[in-house]
Each structure stands twice: as structure tokens, then as C-alpha cells.
């Protein structure tokens, strides 16, 4: 279909707009609110001035067909302030309390996606099995059975099939949490390298609530006594001997070891094969005028970049002249992005990367993620070990596509390293706030760059944006990498997986969904029947 100008003659052409009535999409009454309802359910959204002038606006038409506005902030769901992490830098007074912790408190990156605890499980499980109607009707008439006007000889005996199918489908539902459960313990006992021995100055270790210090008392002990039992059993089992005892045991005596006979077909292949010499070949040398690897690798009249890291005396050729680069009369400067490693810092040096737990990764920490890794977080990437600063990661299990993505890394932390050089880094990330959103990520790093040839001068303010192509999200797996250097900004339920993933469901079929319906409609009817047996019956016993 296509629009037609209304001025035959006009020789000016006009845009048309084609569109295929087979791939139009109709937009229901209710989308628009059902998919805004998804979003708060996540993160509170205001809505602005302009939201309100474009909702109030009358829907464009063409020819009778709607088309839909162009809505950018639909899918953000952001809210107006952000968080900003520090590195390397003490916090300002306004992000601490009265002592000296920081006000701002982050998730753990712990996650749990069983549905129930040790001490919930009965109370919970049972209020999810009494959503069943059929539960609370047969619960009623099992309490009416309870007084005797009702006629009933035996009421523990009438509670006999209730108690039996809530017990089975508790059983049922343990089972599977407790697979879950399985699952989570796994993934949050992994292992990942993390920056030890160094001031994370947007968390405090000290801030643990009661609760958790209670829960990690009563682990502790169940698992020092149950190691202390095992080891126990098996020293028993050894008869208390050590592992060298046991060893001496078995060991042969000298005479025994002595006596050990060689055939003669040994001896003989044994005299032959030392009769054989091997023939000295010496190693190929170079030679003059031979050329290098690296110059077998160069390409002629290559125009070089600010990213090929190439030796400032190549820059010329050997005859002298100026090369490809300074053919066009002036010479190539490549851009200067700065680097957040502040080189007059002084540092302990005790800081390193220990393997440690994904549940143990905070906000702010560096990590270091090598080939075939899992991303435990939301991570800023600083350096990799490709020289242009990228690293390709798989992401099908956010969205399913096996094909490899490019992640860059930001160009201020491309020096980065090893452990001192994050000792040195003092920046500050300023993040938007967690989202649902996988394709689209807001912040930006800012520092203070320092000029090595100046160290007396206060230095320059210099920030990078940060967008989606430089996040690494939590559950993707680094690939065609050797590692990765970078940085924590979401952790846990924040992460952009976690919040696309939502609570667990409750498992309930469509057929036990009717099945409350018609209960309630079957105990609605017979209660008027009663109610109207009930009354006749009075009515007639009265008169008679």
C-alpha cells in the first residue's frame, strides 16, 4: 500500500511509507498498561512531563491502520538518581552515617531461588496448598464433624485423606525446593578470582545483621562436628595409624628390593641400545640479511592506528624518510584518553587475586576472569589481553544466541594488569540504577588525569561514558579470551538476569485453577440446599 500526494502535477517527491498488511502489528487496548504494570513491578518509574504530553497526544493514523509512537523511555525504567562507586578514594561525608559506615547498602551477590527455608517450609507450604479451595472445603467440613449435632462417630478419622495429600504434596514440594536449593549452592560456591588485601571502601565487612551472624554460627558448627565425626570414623577405620605408617607397612625390605632378577632379553636390548648414538644436529641460525618475524608480518603501506601499539621508531623507515603515516605533510598523533592508574600514588604492594566464592564478590571490587569463565556479576571491563581491548563473550543463557558478542574495554583502564595497578586506579563510576533492561546500560568513569612530567600540579578532571558494550552481565561466559580485568557494579537481585527472572512460580495447572471455581460453586449450591432442607424440616417438625 502506498500513499499517494495529493498534487498530481507537483514535480517534488514526496516520502512514501510502505507497509505490509501481512507483518502489521495490532496493538491491543491493554498493552500499553500491561507492559508498563511488568516494569513497576521492578523498579518505580516517574513519569515525566513528556510521558504525559505523549500519552494525552491523539494516536497517529494512516489510511485507518495505527501506528504505533516512537517511545524511547518506555523500556528504561530508571529512576532519576543513580549510585556511584568508589575506588581507591574515601567516601564524602554525606555517603556515610554517624559511624563511619557507608549509608548506601548493596545486595549480596548470594542468590536463592528456593522458595522455602528450614524454618518456613511448614508454615508456607501450607498456606500455598490451602490456595486450593478443595483444601478449605474439606478443612470445613472435617471442623463441622467435630460437633456431635452433625452426626459424625469418628471426626479424627474423616481428617485421614486430608492429612495424606497434604502430606504428599509437601513431600513433592520439599523435593523439588530442595533441588533448587542444589542448584544455588553451587552457583554461588564457584570460583572466581577477586582483589584481596584492599580497602573496598563502598562496603563495610562489619555491617552483618544479627541474623546472619546467627546463621553463619550454626553452619560453622554443624560443619566442624560433622568433619570432626568423619574424621574420627576413619582414623578408627585405619586402626590409628597415619597415612606414612600405613605406607611402611607395605614397603619391601632391602634384601627383597636386591634380589630382584633382570631377564636376559632385557640385558641384551639393554647392551644393543647403548651401541646406538644419537647424531648432534645443531640448531638453524640467522641469518644476514634475514628477516625477522615481525617484519615478515608487516604490510606494506599500512596506515597505522591508535590502537596497533607499534614502537615510536617505526614511525620512519630505515632510509629515514617519513613513513605511510607522514606521507599527507604532518604526522599522526593518536588520541590521548588518559588512565585512571594515578602513578605518584604510594601503595602497600599486599594486595592480590585469590580464587574465592561468587557469594564473597561485592560492589566494587576487581575481579579477573580468564577463558571459559562464568561472569559472577554485573562487571565494567578495564583490560583484556587483546591489545585493541576487546573480549567476546556468549550470552545464551540471557537470551539464548550462541554466537559470540564483542565487549570493549574502556579505554582509561586499558594499562591495567596486575594487582598494584588496581592498588593505583582511583576513579569513581557513576552508575544508573538497576534495570531490566539487557541492551541498553547508562554510566560513566571520572578521574583525575596527572602529568607524569608535572607531578607539583593538581591535574585535569577527565571522565568516559560507559555504555552496554562495555558491561559484562552476570551469567554470560567469557570466550577467545585470556582474561579480563574489570570491575563490580551490580551484584545479586540487582543483576540484570535476577531481575529479568523474577520470583519463583508457584507450579498450578490450568485444571486445578476450574477446580476452584467449581468447588465454589458446588458449596454454594449446597448450602441453599441445606439452608432450605433445614428450614422445611423446622417448618414440619414444628407443626407436627
Not at 504428599?168 to 572466581?192: C, H, M, P, S, Y
Not at 539487557?438 to 596527572?450: E, K, P
Request: charged letters at 25%.
Amino acid at each position: 500500500m502506498v500513499i499517494k500526494s495529493d498534487e498530481q502535477g507537483s514535480n517534488v517527491s514526496n516520502p512514501t511509507k510502505r507497509i505490509r498488511w501481512a507483518t502489521q502489528r495490532v496493538t491491543g487496548p491493554n498493552e500499553r498498561h500491561i507492559r508498563q504494570s511488568i516494569l513497576d513491578r521492578f523498579q518505580p518509574r516517574k513519569t515525566t512531563s513528556s510521558e504525559k504530553k505523549r500519552q494525552s497526544a491523539d494516536t497517529s493514523h494512516l489510511d485507518g491502520i495505527t501506528e504505533e509512537p516512537e517511545d524511547s523511555e518506555a523500556g528504561n525504567g530508571q529512576e532519576s538518581d543513580g549510585r556511584r562507586i568508589y575506588f581507591n578514594l574515601p567516601l564524602p561525608e554525606s555517603a556515610k552515617d554517624e559511624n563511619g559506615h557507608p549509608v548506601t547498602h548493596y545486595e549480596r551477590n548470594k542468590i536463592r531461588t528456593a522458595k522455602y527455608t528450614p524454618l518456613s517450609f511448614v508454615p508456607k507450604n501450607l498456606w500455598f496448598q490451602f490456595h486450593n479451595v478443595a483444601n478449605i472445603y474439606f478443612l470445613f467440613v472435617i471442623l463441622l464433624g467435630i460437633y456431635w449435632i452433625f452426626g459424625n462417630p469418628n471426626p479424627a478419622l474423616s481428617s485421614v485423606p486430608l492429612i495424606v495429600i497434604l502430606f504428599l504434596t509437601a513431600v513433592k514440594d520439599g523435593i523439588e525446593d530442595w533441588r533448587r536449593t542444589v542448584l544455588d549452592n553451587e552457583l554461588n560456591n564457584a570460583g572466581t578470582h577477586r582483589l584481596v588485601d584492599w580497602n573496598n571502601v563502598n562496603t563495610s565487612e562489619d555491617n552483618i545483621s544479627l541474623w546472619r551472624r546467627i546463621k553463619k554460627a550454626t553452619t560453622h558448627s554443624i560443619i566442624s562436628t560433622y568433619q570432626s565425626w568423619n574424621f574420627k570414623r576413619k582414623d578408627s577405620a585405619t586402626g590409628g595409624k597415619s597415612y606414612a605408617e600405613r605406607a611402611m607397612d607395605n614397603r619391601p625390605s632391602v634384601d627383597t628390593r636386591q634380589s630382584h632378577r633382570t631377564s636376559v632379553l632385557s640385558i641384551q636390548s639393554d647392551a644393543s641400545e647403548e651401541g646406538i648414538k644419537m647424531t648432534p644436529v645443531p640448531s638453524p641460525q640467522p641469518e644476514a640479511g634475514h628477516h625477522t618475524h615481525n617484519d615478515r608480518l608487516a604490510v606494506a603501506d599500512r596506515p597505522p592506528t591508535s590502537f596497533s601499539f607499534e614502537p615510536e621508531e617505526n614511525a620512519q623507515s630505515d632510509n629515514g624518510h617519513l613513513s605511510a603515516a607522514g606521507k599527507s605533510g604532518k604526522d599522526f598523533v593518536p588520541k590521548f584518553y588518559g588512565s585512571i592508574v594515578d602513578p605518584f600514588k604510594q601503595v602497600s604492594g599486599k594486595a592480590r587475586f585469590k580464587s574465592d566464592h561468587w557469594k564473597s564478590v561485592q560492589v566494587g571490587d576487581f575481579v579477573r576472569l580468564y577463558n571459559e569463565d562464568q561472569i559472577p556479576a554485573d562487571v565494567v571491563v578495564l583490560a583484556t589481553s587483546d591489545p585493541d581491548g576487546q573480549c567476546y563473550v556468549e550470552t545464551k543463557n540471557l537470551d539464548g544466541e550462541t554466537n559470540l558478542k564483542v565487549r570493549q574495554a574502556l579505554h582509561c583502564g586499558r594499562t591495567m594488569k596486575h594487582a598494584k595497578d588496581c592498588e593505583k586506579a582511583s576513579f569513581i563510576i557513576e552508575s544508573e540504577p538497576p534495570n531490566v533492561n539487557l541492551y541498553q546500560y547508562s554510566g560513566a568513569a571520572r578521574w583525575t588525569q596527572r602529568d607524569i612530567r608535572k607531578p607539583e600540579e593538581p591535574g585535569m578532571e577527565m571522565a568516559e561514558p560507559i555504555s552496554i558494550n562495555n558491561l559484562l552481565l552476570r551469567g554470560c561466559s567469557l570466550r577467545n579470551t585470556d582474561w579480563v580485568l574489570g570491575v563490580v557494579v551490580y551484584t545479586g537481585q540487582e543483576t540484570k538476569i535476577m531481575l529479568n527472572s523474577g520470583i519463583t512460580p508457584s507450579k498450578r495447572s490450568r485444571i486445578a485453577r476450574d477446580l476452584n471455581r467449581y468447588v465454589i460453586y458446588n458449596f454454594v449450591v449446597l448450602f441453599f440446599m441445606c439452608l432450605v432442607s433445614g428450614i422445611v424440616q423446622g417448618v414440619t417438625w414444628a407443626k407436627s
